[in-house]
DNA sequence: AGCGGTTCGGCAAACGATTGCAATTGACAC
DNA sequence: GTGTCAATTGCAATCGTTTGCCGAACCGCT
């Protein structure tokens, strides 16, 4: 007979007054570590199962000095609304969710928006989470390559350079770019045009990578056509484009979002996909198939990138080697090139 | 002089030692509770940012007997794949986050394939949260009613049914259903078809708001067509139908993207939008707007509804009095009807 | 000098777990 | 009867905070 009301069984305590042994012995028969009598063991899990109870997470965590949480972090630089409607980042927030989940990790979840140079050193020092994912760059590198040189447990998803020093997982955007432009070139384009932000390292390497795949004589002929993410936005850009009159026949976009908005500005103008224009996109989001007409794009393998992210950030906090690294794209033929 | 390595400050103690005060002193004047002399307070305060020192949070949470968390679960009951790609929940998504940043708290995201009828209940009680947010109450509203009456700071997005025991936030789907089947009216439209997977309730009432706004005679002759919301799935089942025979001359979608589905169908079968046949979506994703030809819709206000959805929780965790909330739907008007 | 009233700041007990060390027990051999 | 050893379990310190309670110091007043 507990003294108290033996109703709600809350801590480790009242389980072993309940059994009648110590709060070591609950202890070591609920995390499975340490010797003890099999029976005892059995018994003392099969008290807890009965009464509901298990460890409160936060306790063990302090006590074992971790946190059991990995912050994914969206860092909204020089696009404030980027990662609101960007359907690319958020499926692949949600594969990590799955990847985290699995590996007995919460995901935590904040969009910063980058003041001064020092608000990752704050975020880690407050102590919240075991490592960082952070996706997209953004224009932080000079910060993350800071902090990466005193902070381990830290992956980025994006381009990788070699100026810098922190570990990232990412398509090999040059690449990409490259395919784009030799799938325009063997649909007889020549007239060609890139819609895009390149102050993003990432989409740079995606402009870098489509002038080195077209011949030189070609390359200075490229119209670059500053382009932000968000629909809204890159739809302005591109409607202004045409109807200052730039009539490209073949089109390059940094992303499916912002060659739907082409192909909308360019319908707007009475120029038709893929008749009169060809368009190429980027990451084939699920709805690009679904695009009229449906979109041509350089796929990258979200899931695969989540993947790889986790294992490398675990590979971190297991203080094992890593590298970063480059995950090849894919080109989709559909119909609007 | 400190007696251990006084190069990292780890801990209020490092700091009391410091500064030459108690660990109490330190903590009072790091929260700014409790009386303490002005000129101490900022002096420690000085102390601690030279240091770089922050409060540890999980220590602080442990001694407050709170997670200073919030969960934001989806479910994934019937639609494995759906908010994998659906815009809609992403956009949720990140505007809670940034509600809750606001508020201090942490956002912990979790994907969950609900397993038997308890699964929220081991949730709760591994106490690493204060409160959570369903996003979706899928098909478990059963296990959800369960919980609410025993678990307060519990609060889901979606439809609001008298049956049910537990707090939503949600759009008046019934109200969005009639402006549809009002809209298609208007426009001439008689031969009709609803697509969506009525076995979601916020599907459920959208049907049956469509339903009611069509005047008596008309409703049996609507027909329904059993669309998942994947962009593939719903391609399929589209194609099939239009594959079928299927003419109907206005459409009311579930989803903005179940609407893009069944334009790139129809347009493949030769059935042009809006000439032949007029598409109304629901939902207003940002995408929306760049469909070719851009989408007729039913708008929810997602902002609204994150700032809803926390705004209850925060009642909840304050013990006031809450109830449901409707959010008032409203019609965009583009080139598809 | 003595007294009541403020302020300030320290002591130590929590919060709910983990774990090194030591104590208890029983079996067994001498 | 005593010593040794292994197996099992308990004690108590610890993780980094917060906070009720109490004592010390100082003030002005009689």
Redesign the interface.
């Known amino acids: 007979m507990a003294q108290k009301d033996p109703g709600t069984v809350r801590s480790i305590t009242d389980l072993a007054r309940i059994a009648g042994v110590s709060v070591s012995t609950v202890s070591r028969a609920l995390t499975s570590k340490g010797a003890l009598n099999k029976e005892t063991r059995r018994r003392i899990q099969e008290l807890a199962a009965a009464h509901?109870?298990?460890l409160?997470?936060?306790?063990q965590?302090?006590r074992l000095g971790r946190?059991g949480?990995i912050a994914?972090l969206l860092p909204l630089g020089h696009e404030r609304g980027q990662?609101?409607?960007d359907?690319f980042f958020?499926?692949m927030?949600?594969?990590l969710?799955?990847e985290l989940?699995e590996r007995g990790y919460?995901?935590?979840?904040?969009?910063v928006l980058p003041q001064g140079d020092d608000w990752l050193?704050?975020f880690i020092?407050?102590?919240?989470v075991d490592g960082i994912i952070i996706i997209g760059q953004s224009n932080q590198s000079a910060v993350l390559d800071k902090v990466a040189r005193h902070y381990g447990p830290m992956v980025i998803w994006g381009a990788h350079s070699a100026r810098n020093a922190y570990l990232t997982v990412g398509t090999d955007n040059v690449a990409g770019g490259a395919m784009a432009a030799r799938h325009l070139l063997e649909r007889g384009r020549r007239s060609l045009a890139f819609f895009g932000n390149v102050g993003v390292p990432e989409f740079a390497a995606r402009y870098q990578g489509f002038l080195s795949g077209l011949p030189e004589d070609m390359r200075a002929q490229v119209t670059l056509v500053h382009a932000h993410v968000?629909?809204?936005a890159s739809?302005r850009a591109a409607a202004d484009y045409f109807a200052g009159g730039g009539r490209p026949d073949g089109v390059f976009a940094a992303s499916d979002?912002t060659a739907?908005?082409v192909?909308?500005a360019a319908?707007e103008h009475g120029l038709a996909t893929p008749e009169q224009m060809s368009v190429v996109g980027f990451d084939d989001v699920?709805?690009a198939?679904?695009?009229?007409p449906?979109l041509t794009t350089i796929r990258q393998d979200i899931r695969a990138g989540a993947r790889l992210l986790v294992d490398l950030l675990f590979r971190r906090l297991g203080s094992q080697p890593c590298e970063s690294i480059e995950i090849a794209p894919e080109l989709v033929l559909r119909e609007s090139s």
Chains 1, 2 share one sequence.
Request: zero cysteines; proline letters at 8%; charged letters at 15%.
């Open positions: 509901g109870f298990q409160n997470v936060a306790a965590n302090l946190t949480a994914v990662h609101l409607s359907p958020m499926a927030l949600g594969f969710a799955d989940t919460d995901l935590l979840l904040s969009r050193d704050l020092r407050a102590g919240r968000t629909p809204e739809y979002v739907m908005s192909m909308a319908a699920p709805l198939q679904l695009t009229n449906p």
